[in-house]
Structure formats: structure tokens, C-alpha cells
């Protein structure tokens, strides 16, 4: 049972409006083989919510008929939704960009033999979870034996290409704070992942993407349990930079649910929160085509702080 979160209220934070959409985001399931303390989707390996086949074809049909120029796969673990392989060749096809939001311990667990390389050969670009280069710090919040199946996860993905030069093949690590603070700056932080990963297990990578753990769901209820929820979004609200506003990934991204409902964000999904397309009170990916989504306003709240706080932060990282 978690607690319910103090964010519907009026917000004074400034309202946006979208551009062109560049990126679908697509949450396939809930369904995940972990529980980090941070996940703002209380994903876990016993929750039921999967994209259906049915629900992946009207986004490939979506697809072929827009501009969007990447498909941004998320979950829980993405991979672990039966169609996972279907949808991505699908947007490949299509000569869309595919990102795969991936947990790195996937890649070892039973039943998803071929997965590395599969991402390979469909030149996915892989985004994977590390949220430190230690492996207490990573067990701590991901739990028990997640560093070892991460590290092991990197080593296989490298041996094909990934993190490599002129391999054509991009892997990028999210870097979550521990608790109830900003991200340190991303630039010296992904140097000194850099390093460490290079010195202790010969691994590569691209570029490091910090994100600031917003206050919902099961990180949101933690705040509530310890008391410090107030105290977290005081920081967010007093560290807000207006020079991230610009960045923010709403103006560009949809997000889509696992029934095919549309959002502004993953972080308004998870809120229940629906994207206020042509004001339908719920709009689903099958009418996306038709609507001009250039001008739409996009729902805000007080949850919105955790983007433009500080170096900002969205989906690839600082903004500022």
C-alpha cells in the first residue's frame, strides 16, 4: 500500500505548450524482474500490466504514418513484455530509432537468452540503469547481487560493440541519486564513471545521463514514510532553473501507457494524468494522427520541479 502523494494541488509552476513531436515514449508493462527503492513506476516482478499485441500494432501503425523519429521503449523492464522483439523490428523497419530502457540484469536472466545480441543486430540504442559505479551503493538500492548481473550485463554488450568507437552501436548508464538530493553536476560524474568502470572492469560506454528521482509512487511514498517528502520538493522548488524549460522532454516526447493512453510525460502517467490533446479527457494512440499536437498545453504540477531543478533533468540527462 503506498501513500498518497501531495501533488494534484494547484501549481504555480509556469505552463508549457508542445512543439513537433520527436519521440513516442512507450511504456510496454509494469512487469519487472526488480524493485529499486528510486523506480517512480513501482515496477516488480509481480505486477500484471502488459502491453497487449493488439495495442503494439496501432503504434507501429501510428508510426508509419508520422514523423517521430525515435521510439523510446520503457517499462519496468521492457524486454519482458512477450512482443518486445515484434515491436522493435517493427520501428526498425520503419527506419526509426529505437531505444531500449534496459536494467542490464535482463540480459542474464533465464528466458532471455539472445537478447544482447539481438539489440545488436537491430542496432538499438541502450540506455541502461547504474545509478553508481560501486556495488554497495547499486545493491543498496537495487538489491541484493544487482551490481555483479549489471557489470556482467555491460561486459556483454560490450564484447558486441556496444560503448565502442566507430562501432555504431550507443550505450548510455543513468546515473540515480541515492536519496533526497540533486544530482551531482553530469559532466565530472560521467568522467569519473568513466574512469572507474575502465580501471576495475575494462568497460565502456558512451555518455552518462543524470536524473533526478522525482516523488512519486513507490520513491514518493519512501519520502512520505521517512518524512522528508515536504523537505524534498522545498529543494526542488528553491533549486528551479528557468534555463531548463526550453529542454524539457514533454515539449517534444508523448508518452504512451501499456493500454495505448497518451501522457505528457512518464512521470504524469504514472500520476494518471492524461495529455489534454484537443481537450479529450483521454486520448489514445489510435487518434494521435489525427491531431496537431504543435500549441497543445501540457499538464503541469508541483512534480514538475524535479525536471527543471537544478541542471534540470529529463530522459537523456541534464538540460542544462
Avoid at 543498496?140 to 560503448?163: C, P, T, W
Avoid at 565502442?164 to 548510455?172: W, Y
Wanted: with cysteine; aromatic share 8%.
Amino acid at each position: 500500500m503506498h501513500a498518497t502523494l501531495p501533488l494534484l494541488e494547484v501549481t504555480d509552476f509556469p505552463q508549457l505548450r508542445r512543439r513537433s513531436l520527436e519521440t513516442l515514449q512507450v511504456n510496454l508493462g509494469y512487469l519487472c524482474n526488480q524493485s529499486c527503492l528510486h523506480c517512480h513506476v513501482n515496477a516488480g516482478p509481480t505486477r500484471t500490466e502488459i502491453m497487449t499485441r493488439e495495442t503494439v500494432d496501432e503504434i507501429l501503425s501510428y508510426l508509419a504514418q508520422s514523423n517521430v523519429k525515435t521510439l523510446d521503449l520503457t517499462g519496468g523492464a521492457p524486454e519482458m513484455n512477450p512482443h518486445f522483439r515484434d515491436i522493435v523490428r517493427g520501428a526498425r523497419t520503419l527506419g526509426i530509432n529505437v531505444i531500449d530502457r534496459c536494467n542490464l540484469t535482463i540480459l542474464s536472466e533465464e528466458g532471455y537468452d539472445g537478447l544482447a545480441e539481438f539489440l545488436a543486430e537491430q542496432q538499438v540504442e541502450v540506455v541502461a540503469s547504474l545509478p553508481c559505479y560501486l556495488e554497495d551503493n547499486v545493491n543498496a538500492q537495487r538489491g541484493k547481487g544487482v551490481f555483479h548481473d549489471s557489470i556482467e550485463g555491460l561486459k556483454m554488450l560490450n564484447a558486441l560493440g556496444y560503448g565502442k568507437a566507430d562501432s555504431g552501436l550507443t550505450m548510455n548508464l543513468v546515473y540515480n541519486p541515492q536519496g533526497a538530493v540533486l544530482p551531482p553536476p553530469q559532466e565530472p560524474l560521467e568522467a569519473a564513471y568513466k574512469t572507474h568502470l575502465k580501471e576495475h572492469y575494462d568497460i565502456e560506454f558512451n555518455q552518462l545521463f543524470t536524473i533526478t528521482n522525482m516523488p512519486i509512487k513507490r520513491f514518493g511514498s519512501t519520502l512520505v514514510s521517512k518524512g522528508q517528502f515536504k523537505a524534498y520538493m522545498t529543494l526542488l522548488r528553491d533549486s528551479y532553473n528557468s534555463d531548463t524549460l526550453g529542454a524539457v522532454m514533454c515539449r517534444s516526447t508523448i508518452s504512451v501507457d501499456w493500454q495505448g493512453y497518451l501522457y505528457d510525460c512518464d512521470f504524469n502517467q504514472m500520476l494518471a494524468l492524461p495529455a489534454p490533446l484537443d481537450q479529450k479527457p483521454r486520448a489514445h494512440i489510435r487518434e494521435l494522427n489525427a491531431i496537431d499536437v504543435v500549441g497543445q498545453p501540457i499538464t503541469v504540477k508541483d512534480h514538475c520541479y524535479g525536471c527543471t531543478a537544478g541542471q534540470g533533468s529529463s530522459c537523456g540527462g541534464a538540460l542544462d
